[in-house]
């Protein structure tokens, strides 16, 4: 099974990137299950239903979420519609709107996403709980299923938080993904046991950004020592950042994991 796992696609310019680019690439690398990174993929970050609508059909089956999952309460709701594919973090608590995990038919069986946060610098997390147990918990449960394939992806800051994580569930599932800083990392690779894991992925929307955000208004904002309202460029050069993951469905491991970089012009 060949899954595709779309790094933090960032605001209006980042979805029309995916639009652009996945048709061709749904084609080019024979994808079976598209997943993507989901919590600044409107403006001002959050969700929005018609961003979600318009996401799956351009051909993503599933969405992960992370920090600024809840930043948009419109769309609360529809994060306890369970017939909606998307997901915010396992491990926050369960008065909070929706679910971390969700299991996805597919022709070869059963997928089990899992959507999970790390630590985050400035961030008070002591609502959540801890993002290993929470993750071992949910595969208990899916214990006795027959799974196809897994993925967790795993929103933060830390990098060795994300590579003690896929070490940590290495064997256990498919793959592990690292989501959240917006910059791509080189470590991609199966690990002993054939977990197959990256700790960043890295972003899909605007070039000679900061992150997303217009470069002056970073750049002016830490020099001034002063808050600046962030902007996202809505036209320019953009790049979709991904992971082609190969699942050997039988075992339900990892055979490759290959970064996946597209440029286009939005
Ligand atoms: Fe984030």
């Known amino acids: 099974m060949k899954v595709l796992f779309i790094g933090d696609v960032v605001a209006r310019i980042g979805?029309?990137?995916?639009?652009?680019?996945?048709?061709?690439l749904r084609n080019e690398l024979?994808?079976?299950?598209?997943?993507?990174?989901?919590?600044?993929?409107?403006?001002?970050?959050?969700?929005?239903?018609?961003?979600?609508q318009e996401l799956m059909d351009a051909g993503v089956d599933a969405f992960t979420g992370g920090n600024h999952s809840f930043k948009k309460a419109v769309f609360y709701p529809y994060f306890e519609?369970?017939?909606?594919?998307?997901?915010?973090?396992?491990?926050?608590p369960d008065t909070q709107p929706?679910?971390?995990?969700?299991?996805?038919?597919?022709?070869?069986?059963?997928?089990?996403?899992?959507?999970?946060?790390?630590?985050?610098?400035?961030?008070?997390q002591s609502e959540q709980s801890?993002?290993?147990?929470?993750v071992d918990e949910i595969l208990e449960r899916s214990k006795g299923e027959q799974i196809a394939g897994s993925l967790i992806d795993l929103h933060g800051d830390l990098t060795s938080e994300k590579v003690a994580a896929g070490h940590y569930f290495d064997g256990r599932?498919?793959?592990?993904?690292?989501?959240?800083?917006?910059?791509?990392t080189a470590?991609?690779?199966?690990?002993?046991?054939?977990?197959?894991?990256?700790?960043?992925?890295?972003?899909?929307?605007?070039?000679n950004t900061v992150l997303g955000v217009k470069k002056e208004i970073i750049i002016d904002r830490w020099l001034e020592n002063a808050p600046r309202r962030h902007e996202v460029p809505?036209?320019?050069?953009?790049?979709?950042?991904?992971?082609?993951?190969?699942?050997?469905t039988k075992t339900g491991l990892a055979r490759s994991i290959e970064r996946i970089e597209r440029q286009t012009e939005i």
């Open 173 to 184: 599932v498919s793959a592990v993904v690292g989501t959240h800083t917006h910059v791509p």
């Open 98 to 124: 929706g679910r971390g995990s969700l299991t996805l038919d597919t022709p070869y069986g059963k997928f089990l996403l899992v959507s999970i946060e790390g630590s985050r610098y400035n961030a008070d």
């Open 30 to 52: 024979e994808l079976d299950l598209i997943i993507a990174q989901s919590e600044n993929m409107t403006t001002g970050n959050g969700l929005t239903i018609k961003a979600v």
């Open 15 to 24: 979805r029309r990137t995916v639009q652009k680019l996945l048709p061709d």
């Open 234 to 248: 809505t036209s320019g050069s953009a790049t979709l950042n991904a992971v082609l993951i190969d699942i050997d």
């Open 187 to 207: 470590d991609a690779r199966v690990l002993p046991k054939g977990t197959a894991h990256i700790s960043d992925v890295g972003m899909t929307g605007p070039d």
């Open 130 to 134: 801890h993002p290993l147990k929470t």
């Open 81 to 92: 519609d369970h017939s909606l594919p998307v997901l915010r973090p396992a491990n926050y």
